[in-house]
């Protein structure tokens, strides 16, 4: 898996900071950018997450490329509907050799990884075949597996980037989307610090775990009586 931010809003604090401050005054936004202080845009964002007042957090956009994960994780991600996507077709794309997912469950057992490649090597050379026989890379793409590979480009602004962490970031949640999260939030950390310190599990926000079983970093909402 690789993940590179590629583009972003710059200064995506200073910018949420200023539309949040401009909702309260009196002056035009370019006026307050000139004055904002790094403290005021670091209380700015702090007053913000804590009302829950967040469409101030939808100005700040990031663009990841994300590549080498499997169809299985990019069925899940595209879920999210508040982000854009660009996925590499397999209509459009035909693949001579198959890039493919070995899950660490699966790497861990030998005879079982062997068997596992075995099939989706199985599957890559009927693909191959049907191409060959002129059949639509369209068509013939039904015959490949959930390990299949892809590459996507996606944007995301910073209120859905948390929203989406808080579901992909709780160590309960399926282990390739949650590596991606993993891999996102330190890409953000690099040019958003701030923002990255709140791409967090939801249950650090709600204070208690809401699965049935908790991972133990809070107690599930019956062992807190609520
Ligand atoms: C642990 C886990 C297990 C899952 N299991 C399954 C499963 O078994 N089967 C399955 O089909 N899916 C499953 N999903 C996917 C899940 O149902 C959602 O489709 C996915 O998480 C996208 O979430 P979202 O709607 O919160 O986010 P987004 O689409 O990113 O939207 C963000 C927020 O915007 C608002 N919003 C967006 N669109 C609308 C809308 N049309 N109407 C109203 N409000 C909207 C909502 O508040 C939403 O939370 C699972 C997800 C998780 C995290």
């Not at 949040?20 to 005054?25: E, F, H, I, K, T």
């Not at 015959?143 to 995301?156: C, D, F, K, S």
Request: hydrophobic residues 40%; proline residues 6%; glycine residues 4%.
């Amino acid at each position: 898996m690789h993940v590179a931010l590629i583009k972003y809003t710059p200064d995506p604090e200073l910018t949420i900071a200023v539309a949040a401050r401009l909702c309260y005054s009196s002056i035009e936004a370019p006026r307050i950018m000139e004055k904002m202080s790094e403290g005021q845009i670091e209380s700015l964002l702090k007053q913000l997450l804590a009302s829950g007042h967040l469409s101030p957090f939808e100005h700040a956009n990031f663009t990841f490329a994300i590549g080498g994960i499997s169809r299985a994780c990019s069925h899940q991600l595209v879920r999210h509907r508040l982000a854009s996507f660009s996925q590499q077709s397999q209509r459009y794309v035909s693949f001579k050799k198959l890039p493919y997912v070995v899950p660490p469950t699966v790497e861990q057992k030998p005879a079982l990884k062997e068997k596992f490649e075995e099939a989706v090597e199985a599957a890559h050379r009927v693909y191959a075949d049907l191409l060959a026989a002129g059949i639509p890379a369209e068509d013939a793409r039904f015959v490949l597996p959930n390990a299949a590979g892809t590459n996507l480009v996606m944007t995301m602004n910073a209120r859905e980037l948390m929203h989406v962490c808080s579901l992909r970031l709780c160590p309960k949640a399926q282990w390739e989307i949650l590596q991606l999260f993993s891999a996102i939030k330190k890409e953000v950390e690099k040019v958003a610090p701030r923002i990255a310190a709140r791409l967090q599990p939801k249950c650090m926000q709600l204070g208690y775990c809401d699965e049935r079983e908790s991972c133990g970093i809070m107690p599930t909402r019956a062992e807190m009586n609520l």
